[in-house]
């Protein structure tokens, strides 16, 4: 009898121990794992550099706590793929332990990753992200810049950490238990930190979520409740063109159901409030010269006071100048769409050129090639970036050139990783229109500017004058403004020492702006929608043709050039452009933008107001221009019937747009 007793007393003895050992190994790993989120976590709040508003202590602990039993959740799940290896690989330990280290070591990388990506532009990582590590390339000046040192040690850190805890997951791995506690404190810590990415405000769950938690989440919540594709009916579109009136001005048919906005335009009718002439059978050169990041702060004839843009200025004197001229979205890729298709940029974080470079669409280039014109594109950056040369080569362009052609010819071109100075672009654009003049060749011809791409510097050897202000950020991105501003003096001459100035009607305008911490010391485009992110510069010259300069203050988009080339050139034809054209007097003309980043943002500018819809926090801002340009001051509640107006048109022509791009329903197949 008494030693059975000793027997169970001894059996229960061994099975306690067992799971004290367990539990102590758990507890081991959840701290291995843990240590490198924590102080990453603890770090970023402590130093509140995330943060755009005031945050007290109080909060700021509660978001400590959560976002750490967040990290404690993930730990969780680590260490049980940890323990599933080590029972399903029993008989392979070292290939677990090998798996087991490549796991931390990509989890606490993608962590880390996260962590210096948010503290040098307020940006967490995202899962759709990935798609532009194959253009690393372009980004490698830019991200020097904002501490790819730091990403680096950090990655020999972490590897070396991966590589001292081999013998230690070798040892402890096959003593991994699951227990009944463990379950509970991971079951307990998923409900917390999962409720808390569903019930705190957005702008909050930005700053606090972990990285892979919140991968996790959207790629489930997908799975369980897939994004509803809005279908385009009769009734989608006929509210949209009640509350978003475009196409002013033009006569036209619409062609077929199937595409809601082809459309037969025949013609243009109303007042003209410009004229640049242009004979009957009269096939001048037209030029798009698109600035890099050129934002209306920077222009001296629009208020800037820094002489940044001497030379822009002076063209101006003999040009048409747009005031209140928006880009509609906050990437090249979404200007393009804007500008040369007519049709406001898809909201959703990977471009049309990244995703669907051969949807269907009729674009400016289109409507030349049915004049005789040959048509090219020129920039001295890599279109392999997002499919860019892919998408202009299959949409009307003939010739589509980039920095690789250049340097075939000037194999010694200083440049940055983005590409080969704007110096070198300009003599290269105007050989090619010349060569074509000299054929009787009509051209239009689209270029991109780069050296005025973030970091913002400028070629050695150039002297840009001193500018006095005390940002060390906004001093060099106005010496590359003025370097960029020297290089467009630089074309205009080029096309006058030729003798095509006077055959060329020159459209100069930027394909998005750039902030530099006018709001929350922001300095990223895909940050908020105020107009240091979306107001950019429009310049039309055509010189012969226009003996003085003309400034036109009514509010215009990217989305309005196509209609004007059509109305300047007398073009007829199908289309799909939404815009109107600025020949014509138009009544509240309406200028409609978006970002589809961070928090997403659907905005408008209609006379004086200026509306941004932030997607998912529902909330509403609304500014009166004429009295706060610097939108200061929210007027959204004093006027609810306005901003409720405003949010529908903004709702519904996304609704719409988002419909178009996902059905492939623009255009007919070429």
Known sequence: MSVTYGLEDRSHANCAAQQQMAGAGLAWMLAVWLVVPLTLRLSILASRAVFTQQVSTSELLIWIVLGGVQDLFVAFEAVLVMVLLGKAYHRAPRAVTVSACALFFLFQAYVLFDHLLYRAIHIRMDISYFSFFTEADSFLDSAIDTGLWHFLAGLVAIALISGCLYRSFRRRLPQMRLTMPAAL???????????????LPADTTYCLNNTVLDAQYAVVKELVCPTNQPEVDKATLASVQQLVPFSQAELFEYTDPEYPLLKDTTGFTGEKQWEIPIAPGERPHVVFLFMESWGAADIGVLGSRHGASPQFDRLSQRGMLFTNFYACGVQTARAAIASLYGIPPRFTKRAVQAQVPDLPLIGIPDLFKRQGYRTAYFHNGSLAYQNMGLFYRNHGYDQVWDRRQLLKRFPKLSSTSWGLDDEYLMPWVAQ????????????????????????WGSPEGYKPPKFNVPDPVYKRYLESFHYADHCLGMFVDELRKRGLDKKTVLFVMADTPNPMGQHYNNYMLVHHCFEENVHIPLLILAPG????????????SQVDLLPTVMD?????????????????KVPDRIAYFSNPFIHGYLGLRHNSYKFVYTVDMRSSSLFDLSTDPMERHNLAHQHPELTAQYRRQVLALSQLMDGLYNEKRLAPPR
Request: net charge positive.
């Open 545 to 556: 043709r226009l003996d003085r300069g003309v400034v036109i203050d009514e509010v215009a």
């Open 185 to 199: 404190a991971m079951t307990l810590a998923a409900v917390v930190a999962i409720g808390s990415m569903i019930w």
């Open 568 to 584: 300047m050139f007398a073009m007829t034809g199908l289309n799909h452009a939404v815009g109107t054209s600025l020949v014509r």
């Open 432 to 455: 090619w229109i010349d060569r074509q003049n000299r054929a009787g060749t009509p051209t239009f011809t689209t270029m991109l500017t780069v050296t005025h791409h973030h970091p």
